[in-house]
């Protein structure tokens, strides 16, 4: 590439004849810049299985591999192992190490198969593709490269592409069921062969479209521009909530982005784009949206200005729909800018939009509002967030070890900076069943009972600050309760007709002495509450009777 990059087109043309490797269509690549570019991610390949290994593939297949000669009908492709899964890995591997001997910073992508459609023809010999890849370069490698391209039928009205970013990138990238075999996504793949440091491994979508066709129009309404605007969208938008790290839409010159011409008109799918970038640009955070209609997509982002994204996508084709949007964990300006692209920006049969999208200040927004978006458009909304509600803050508690009976008390510490100050309310979410919170304090008190002992309890606190909306925060913490010790009784002083006995044990728990003249019946002649351990205590009545039994019971709770 370095020695093609070098030369001009005249004298590639001389050298690459001389060496049997002429290609006029690489003539463009012939630019006569030694200087290195500095090209820093490098993607090994471009569906590298498409060889003719697989039957899917068969004959010469359509990815030239040079390492099994052409044609097929003379050498042999289908399961070649010089086509397989497991060589390319090791020619990945290979080439890794090189390239970083040189530039470490050097970022190396392998080809890997989409799932889940692909593994219904990746498969031979039982093997799948992306598994044997990365069982020999998953180590040696920064990225992995996936395409999608979904069959939608043949003038299609959006209701058989629409649906599909939903039915099939979250698999895609997470999997599904075992998250084993052809159930695995590719994160699953990549969490098997490089357990130690996963995310060092990031997910390059780089070609995605749609092979079927889409009707122009229905009625003189534009259906193939909205549509392919949406679709697009919601893509990009999936896969960034998904965590995918490079997303490109194949292809540039082609009519939906900048189309082949030197006017380069703008498409549906770079106005689709552009809104995007009005949601979200690089170093902004997803947040969770969710939407409960089917055909009412929507996903946010937290912008590193503070704004609020949101994207809400309109996949009814025939109705506008009113979607009542609730923000929680944040505060919302009532005032922001709404961006819209969608039917309204195209006229009769033609793909190409006549208008890009329309900009427009807005109100009415805040933590709970309605908007109405029309039918195949899309819509952002951008609405600052405002200072005021954050949530309080609690101080962490440590763990504490106690015996049982031992009093574990303390009162929580919370914080809340908003002015004027809300009211705090204390919790529990979870504790055992004795322990106790005061609601207006956060007094915590706990006393374990002897049947609590030899336990590890897990107790978690929240206090919520009364805000508009509420918010809370929690801490949580452990009490390990010490195993029982049973108590020891042994005479010390018989004196005048009184017994007198020492009582030796853990500290915490409560005693009590009980008597018997028969070991049935059993009288508590003393009790005493967490006492300092040993004690002492004299039966002054010994006398009255010819024979009496002893015996010291632990709590609590006591008899």
Same mark, same amino acid.
């Given at each position: 590439?370095?020695?093609?990059? +070098?030369?001009?087109?005249?004298?590639?043309?001389?050298?690459?004849?001389?060496?049997?490797?002429?290609?006029?269509?690489?003539?463009?690549?012939?630019?006569?810049?030694?200087?290195?570019?500095?090209?820093?991610?490098?993607?090994?390949?471009?569906?590298?299985?498409?060889?003719?290994?697989?039957?899917?593939?068969?004959?010469?297949?359509?990815?030239?591999?040079?390492?099994?000669?052409?044609?097929?009908?003379?050498?042999?492709?289908?399961?070649?192992?010089?086509l397989s899964p497991a060589n390319y890995g090791q020619q990945v591997k290979a080439f890794s190490l090189a390239m970083k001997a040189?530039?470490?910073?050097?970022?190396?992508?392998?080809?890997?198969?989409?799932?889940?459609?692909?593994? +219904?023809?990746?498969?031979?010999?039982?093997?799948?593709?992306?598994?044997?890849?990365?069982?020999?370069?998953?180590?040696?490698?920064?990225?992995?490269?996936?395409?999608?391209?979904?069959?939608?039928?043949?003038?299609?009205?959006?209701?058989?592409? $629409?649906?599909?970013?939903?039915?099939?990138?979250?698999?895609?990238?997470?999997?599904?069921?075992?998250?084993?075999?052809?159930?695995?996504?590719?994160?699953?793949?990549?969490?098997?062969?490089?357990?130690?440091?996963?995310?060092?491994?990031?997910?390059?979508?780089?070609?995605?479209?749609?092979?079927?066709?889409?009707?122009?129009?229905?009625?003189?309404?534009?259906?193939?521009?909205?549509?392919?605007?949406?679709?697009?969208?919601?893509?990009?938008?999936?896969?960034?909530?998904?965590?995918?790290?490079?997303?490109?839409?194949?292809?540039?010159?082609?009519?939906?982005? $900048?189309?082949?011409?030197?006017? $380069?008109?703008?498409?549906?799918?770079?106005?689709?784009?552009?809104?995007?970038?009005?949601?979200?640009?690089?170093?902004?955070?997803?947040?969770?949206?969710? +939407?409960?209609?089917?055909?009412?997509?929507?996903?946010?982002?937290?912008?590193?200005?503070?704004? $609020?994204?949101?994207?809400?996508?309109?996949?009814?084709?025939?109705?506008?729909?009113?979607?009542?949007?609730?923000?929680?964990?944040?505060?919302?300006?009532?005032?922001?800018?709404?961006?819209?692209?969608?039917?309204?920006?195209?006229?009769?049969?033609?793909?190409?939009?006549?208008?890009?999208?329309?900009?427009?200040?807005?109100?009415?927004?805040?933590?709970?509002?309605?908007?109405?978006v029309p039918a195949y458009t899309m819509m952002v909304l951008v609405v600052p967030t405002v200072a005021g509600n954050t949530p309080?803050?609690?101080?962490?508690?440590?763990?504490?070890?106690?015996?049982?009976?031992?009093?574990?008390?303390?009162?929580?510490?919370?914080?809340?900076?908003?002015?004027?100050?809300?009211?705090?309310?204390?919790?529990?979410?979870?504790?055992?069943t004795n322990a106790t919170l005061d609601a207006n304090t956060g007094g915590f008190s706990w006393r374990p009972l002897v049947s609590?002992?030899?336990?590890?309890?897990?107790?978690?606190?929240?206090?919520?600050?009364?805000?508009?909306?509420?918010?809370?925060?929690?801490?949580?913490?452990?009490?390990?309760?010490?195993?029982?010790?049973?108590?020891?009784?042994?005479?010390?002083?018989?004196?005048?007709?009184?017994?007198?006995?020492?009582?030796?044990?853990?500290?915490?728990?409560?005693?009590?002495?009980?008597?018997?003249?028969?070991?049935?019946?059993?009288?508590?002649?003393?009790?005493?509450?967490?006492?300092?351990?040993?004690?002492?205590?004299?039966?002054?009545?010994?006398?009255?009777?010819?024979?009496?039994?002893?015996?010291?019971?632990?709590?609590?709770?006591?008899?």
């Open positions: 590439m370095a020695k093609l990059r +070098s030369s001009s087109q005249s004298v590639y043309q001389t050298w690459a004849t001389a060496d049997g490797v002429y290609d006029a269509t690489f003539n463009f690549l012939a630019i006569n810049h030694p200087t290195p570019v500095g090209i820093k991610y490098w993607e090994i390949g471009n569906e590298t299985f498409g060889t003719g290994y697989y039957a899917a593939t068969s004959g010469n297949g359509y990815s030239v591999n040079y390492a099994v000669p052409y044609p097929y009908t003379s050498h042999t492709r289908l399961g070649n192992p010089a040189v530039d470490p910073t050097i970022k190396i992508g392998a080809v890997v198969s989409t799932p889940l459609g692909d593994y +219904s023809w990746d498969v031979f010999g039982g093997q799948h593709w992306t598994p044997q890849v990365l069982a020999q370069c998953a180590t040696n490698i920064d990225f992995i490269i996936a395409h999608w391209y979904f069959y939608n039928g043949n003038n299609d009205n959006g209701s058989s592409l $629409l649906p599909s970013v939903a039915a099939n990138i979250p698999s895609m990238i997470n999997g599904t069921g075992s998250h084993t075999g052809t159930s695995s996504g590719l994160k699953d793949w990549i969490n098997q062969y490089r357990p130690n440091d996963p995310t060092n491994v990031s997910i390059f979508i780089t070609e995605f479209g749609y092979t079927g066709s889409v009707t122009n129009a229905i009625s003189g309404t534009p259906i193939i521009g909205p549509v392919t605007a949406l679709f697009d969208a919601d893509s990009y938008s999936t896969w960034m909530s998904y965590g995918v790290s490079n997303i490109c839409f194949l292809e540039m010159n082609k009519t939906p982005f $900048l189309g082949d011409s030197s006017s $380069l008109t703008r498409g549906e799918t770079f106005f689709a784009i552009e809104l995007l970038h009005a949601m979200a640009a690089p170093g902004d955070m997803y947040v969770q949206a969710t +939407s409960d209609t089917s055909t009412m997509r929507a996903h946010a982002a937290l912008q590193q200005s503070g704004n $609020l994204g949101l994207v809400l996508l309109n996949e009814n084709r025939t109705s506008s729909q009113t979607v009542n949007v609730t923000i929680t964990n944040a505060s919302l300006s009532s005032t922001g800018t709404v961006y819209q692209f969608g039917t309204a920006n195209f006229s009769g049969t033609g793909e190409t939009p006549v208008s890009g999208p329309s900009t427009n200040s807005a109100s009415g927004f805040g933590n709970s509002f309605s908007i109405t309080p803050t609690l101080a962490p508690i440590e763990n504490q070890t106690v015996n049982a009976g031992q009093t574990v008390a303390f009162t929580a510490s919370a914080t809340d900076t908003n002015q004027p100050p809300p009211a705090l309310t204390f919790s529990l979410l979870s504790a055992p609590q002992a030899s336990t590890t309890n897990s107790i978690t606190l929240e206090v919520t600050a009364n805000g508009t909306p509420n918010l809370s925060t929690t801490q949580s913490f452990t009490v390990t309760v010490n195993p029982l010790t049973l108590p020891l009784a042994s005479p010390v002083a018989w004196s005048n007709g009184q017994f007198t006995l020492q009582v030796s044990g853990e500290s915490g728990p409560d005693y009590a002495v009980q008597m018997s003249t028969n070991l049935v019946d059993w009288n508590t002649l003393f009790t005493t509450n967490s006492p300092p351990m040993p004690f002492e205590w004299t039966d002054t009545n010994t006398a009255l009777l010819p024979v009496q039994f002893y015996r010291i019971e632990v709590g609590p709770p006591l008899p």
